[in-house]
């Protein structure tokens, strides 16, 4: 979905889970972008996980790959790869990632749908909707007033300010 719908925020508060902890052996987080270099994801990813030793920023791409490989292979890992754009981004990464048929995870945020469909190899594809008018009204008390309920004189112009950000979580927050 497009921007400020919340992808980043859902898959932020997934990684951040703590149940997951118990779950998985290896979580690393990347945001991708428009303008990647695999080489940036390579060295990203090793850093998130603190599997980048001394020197392998000097490595090659391939020798990068296969440590990444290495390090996530028969260990069960959730990497999220946020904001992707292209589906040549992911045709070049998917190999980095082992299946060991152990439930491990990569979770790709993205705005385009057909990069959601190109990426999923286990359908539900999960996607976002914008809220209804109640649903933006109860975020943005949330966001006010966390904890209580919005003073009885500002709701009118609460509910207002809500419908007006039509559906998009990000123009409730900022």
């Known amino acids: 979905g ?34 990647y270099h695999v080489r940036d994801i390579l060295l990203g ?15 090659s791409n391939t020798k990068l790959a296969v440590h990444l490989h290495k390090c996530l292979k028969r260990r069960r890992y959730l990497v999220v790869l946020d904001d992707m754009w292209d589906t040549k981004a992911w045709s070049e990464m998917r190999n980095f990632f082992p299946d060991d048929v152990n439930g491990s995870r990569v979770l790709l945020t993205t705005r385009l749908s057909e990069l959601a469909v190109y990426a999923n190899s286990c359908p539900p594809i999960h996607q976002l909707r914008l809220l209804d008018h109640y649903q933006s009204w109860i975020l943005l008390t949330e966001i006010l007033f966390p904890g209580k309920s919005c003073p009885p004189q500002l709701e009118n112009m609460g509910k207002k300010i809500a419908q007006s950000c039509r559906g998009l979580p990000l123009a409730l927050k900022v």
């Open 45 to 59: 990813l090793l850093g998130s996980m603190k599997m980048l030793g001394d020197d392998m920023d000097q490595e």
């Open 2 to 35: 497009m921007g400020g719908f919340g992808k980043t925020t859902l898959a932020k508060n997934i990684f951040d889970d703590a149940s997951l902890g118990y779950y998985f052996d290896i979580r690393a987080w990347m945001t991708v972008s428009q303008n």
